[in-house]
C-alpha cells in the first residue's frame, strides 16, 4: 500500500518524463506501464491525484511529427 502509516494523506503524484515511448506521444507506453488504466485507477482509489509530466517538444523521427508537419501545425521560425 502507498500509506503504510495511515498518517499520511495522499497528495498529488507526478509522473515525470519517460512515461510515453516519444515526445508528443500521448500514450504510456506498454513496455513501461502494462496496465495505465488499472494504474491510474487504483491511485485516484488511492485518494492521488495524478499529473503527467509534459513538453512542448516533439521527437521528429515519429509518425506524430509527419503528420503535423504535413499539416503545418508544428511551430517554425519567421521564415517557415
Known amino acids: 500500500t ?3 502509516d495511515r498518517k499520511t494523506s495522499p497528495g498529488v ?3 515525470d518524463d519517460g512515461w510515453s ?3 508528443g506521444r500521448w ?3 506498454r513496455e513501461k506501464f502494462y496496465d495505465p488504466e488499472g494504474m491510474l485507477s ?3 482509489r488511492l485518494g492521488f ?3 503527467l509530466w ?3 517538444f516533439i521527437t521528429p523521427d515519429t509518425q506524430e511529427y ?3 508537419e504535413q499539416t503545418g501545425l508544428l511551430v517554425t521560425d519567421r521564415d517557415g
Open 66 to 68: 509527419r503528420e503535423l
Open 21 to 23: 515511448d516519444s515526445y
Open 13 to 15: 503524484l507526478m509522473i
Open 54 to 56: 509534459i513538453c512542448p
Open 27 to 29: 500514450h504510456f507506453s
Open 42 to 44: 487504483e491511485l485516484h
Open 2 to 4: 502507498f500509506l503504510p
Open 49 to 51: 491525484t495524478v499529473m
